[in-house]
């Protein structure tokens, strides 16, 4: 019998057989086949499918379980939200093996849980719901992962997706757990959630639940060295302490309702009776990474001991294997990406051969940007911004082979994977000019993400205005096509980002530029010439109307002229275009009537049926002459 079909169809009767040895055979070949994105997932029955794998979870042997899981986050993660279906089947299996006894299965438990959530198939107040018993399990190890799992998801996800305040009483018993690891968790989860909500989290703590003296005071004074090194989210930052603590979806409510019913909607009383605040915009999503947490992890590095090329040469060695193995705690793998830049900050740029070292760890790198677990994504993200940061262009090469896998990154649902990956790149553009770049940005301009578009175009602008015309000139077709392809993208935050490079591109290359005005669609070529500045007005045309030009030759001002003359204002004379043809045919009239001044005036037979001179023939204002007026200005 084969053991390697070619397509789902054929692995289906296999995953009931009760053979251990061909039951792993076959877990391995199913997971190689999942795991390449050309290999079709269609079957006959998706559904029977799933079905099949559920008992692989409940079997004795852990490296099939371990395999059943791992088939399931594949299927998730290439299903994305037509996943949903089948939670209800394979959620409650799942979380029971969260309370296995071995490390990998609990690992891989948690995987399928967080890959669901990622991928848009379970809300993370769906799995609250589920993981809210789970708190009181018998199984010591059940209760510990679950609160693991709901830190990990409050990092991934953020506090405003669940109502955390129905949890509380069931996290504050875990407090006194007869299981000592248990009873640190779950102090460690509290402390999570303190930095999500802030202080009202810690009033209510202290008035309306029973904590005991001894674990409130530990609780306060973790608080307080939390607030202290300045760990607290945006969501925690609200002056409002008074406000007990609730914990309904501020951020999505206030996107929900209609603007005229977003007030009543948001007094409403929750539970713990006063309105909810919905957190300003400015201050960003819940679990989103900003420029400020990158910095934070740059000055926050660990100086790393390096005694010869040799010690080197291991150190890099185990980092290699470290963050290579997604099968390593996620916390090795984050250690080892924060001692790698303790490695870039040691040896700086004066170590001959760390560059070559670090090629060898560019496919863990790689890895690591991809991985499954966002801290581990986040850490990697902040290394390589610290890479560019400190080795500039020296960097390019290696960063170069990762670029992909970043800006892919852009288009993940869990916030702080997506966000990490955008101040990465934007540090990454800021810091290392390679014109090897430019063909991997314009490639993401035609991305089905919007998220990816908008980015790319918001790169496109930013190398415009920060790199060298001497790297920008070799790409001079390739930033061409990609402006005109973005100026028309069904993303308007995408738009606007395109013509702000444009202008930045006219400055380097004009030629190119007024060619790329002229072949574009007309309605896009109004809406950028209507938000052109003083500098743009050399790509305005001529007029083509015989004896009424658009600019007097004379009287036109240079854009640098205007610029001399009222900086950062724009010129009317410069721009008003209809009153520079008035002012031109006044003055074509009075010189006609000067002229007439001094010719002597001669009788007309009174018959003679009166005729207007050429020169002074009316001119009615044509549709023409208002469409070229209303497009230029």
Not at 308 to 330: F, H, N, P, V, Y
Not at 395 to 420: D, P, R
């Amino acid at each position: 019998m084969a053991y390697n079909p070619r397509d789902m169809d054929g692995f289906m009767p296999l995953l009931s057989t009760s053979d251990i040895k061909t039951k792993m055979t076959i877990g391995n070949n199913l997971i190689s086949y999942l795991g390449n994105s050309d290999n079709s997932i269609e079957c006959q029955d998706i559904g029977l499918f799933i079905d099949n794998v559920i008992p692989w979870l409940s079997n004795g042997n852990a490296k099939i379980v371990q395999n059943g899981l791992e088939i399931l986050t594949q299927i998730a993660d290439r299903m994305g939200s037509d996943f949903r279906p089948y939670i209800s089947t394979i959620i409650q299996p799942t979380i029971d093996r969260l309370g296995d006894s071995k490390d990998v299965t609990r690992e891989k438990a948690r995987l399928v849980l967080l890959k669901i959530m990622e991928r848009g198939s379970m809300t993370p107040q769906q799995l609250l719901d589920r993981l809210h018993p789970v708190f009181n399990h018998k199984n010591t190890k059940l209760r510990e992962e679950a609160l693991i799992l709901l830190t990990t998801t409050l990092d991934e996800h953020g506090a405003d997706e669940m109502a955390l305040s129905a949890v509380i009483p069931s996290l504050v018993k875990v407090l006194s757990d007869p299981n000592e690891k248990v009873r640190e968790t779950a102090v460690n989860t509290l402390v999570k959630i303190y930095t999500h909500v802030g202080e009202r989290f810690k009033a209510d703590l202290q008035r309306k639940h029973n904590v005991p003296q001894a674990k409130l005071q530990l609780l306060i004074e973790r608080f307080e060295q939390v607030k202290a090194d300045g760990d607290l989210l945006p969501s925690a930052m609200s002056n409002d302490v008074g406000r007990e603590f609730d914990e309904p979806d501020r951020v999505l409510v206030a996107k929900s309702v209609p603007l005229k019913r977003t007030k009543s909607v948001l007094q409403k009383k929750s539970q713990f009776g006063p309105s909810t605040k919905v957190i300003p915009s400015s201050m960003g999503p819940a679990g989103a990474v900003d420029e400020l947490t990158f910095e934070a992890a740059f000055n926050d590095v660990a100086i790393v001991n390096i005694f010869s090329s040799r010690d080197l040469e291991d150190q890099m060695k185990i980092i290699r294997e470290t963050i290579g193995d997604d099968k390593k705690d996620w916390n090795q793998r984050t250690e080892s990406l924060k001692k790698l830049r303790g490695i870039i900050k040691t040896v700086g740029t004066s170590h001959e051969t760390f560059m070559e070292l670090l090629k060898t760890i560019q496919n863990s790198m790689d890895g690591a940007c991809t991985d499954l677990r966002s801290q581990v994504v986040k850490e990697a993200c902040i290394t390589l911004a610290f890479l560019s940061d400190q080795f500039k262009n020296k960097c390019a090469n290696f960063i170069e082979g990762l670029l992909a896998s970043l800006i892919n990154l852009l288009q993940n649902s869990a916030k702080v994977v997506a966000t990490s990956g955008a101040v990465a790149l934007r540090i990454i553009f800021q810091n290392t000019h390679s014109p090897r770049f430019i063909p991997i940005i314009a490639t993401s301009l035609s991305s089905k993400s919007k998220d990816i578009r908008r980015a790319a175009c918001e790169y496109l602008s930013l190398i415009l205005q920060n790199w060298s015309v001497n790297i920008l000139q070799k790409h001079v077709k390739t930033l061409q096509e990609g402006i005109g392809k973005s100026i028309a993208d069904s993303d308007s935050e995408a738009r606007v980002f395109a013509r702000k490079g444009y202008w930045t591109f006219k400055e380097h290359f004009p030629e190119q530029a007024e060619a790329l005005l002229n072949s574009m669609d007309p309605s896009c070529k109004r809406t950028l010439m209507s938000q052109s500045n003083s500098g743009s007005m050399s790509s305005l045309p001529t007029s083509k109307i015989p004896g009424m030009p658009l600019r007097p030759p004379a009287a036109r001002p240079t854009s640098s002229a205007v610029v001399r003359a009222s900086p950062g204002l724009r010129s009317n004379s410069a721009i008003d275009l209809c009153a520079a043809r008035r002012a031109h045919s006044r003055m074509l009239y009075a010189n006609i009537s000067r002229s007439k001044a001094t010719t002597p005036r001669t009788a007309k037979p009174l018959d003679t049926v009166p005729v207007m001179s050429p020169e002074r023939t009316p001119r009615t204002k044509t549709k023409y002459d208002s469409f070229v007026c209303s497009w230029e200005i």
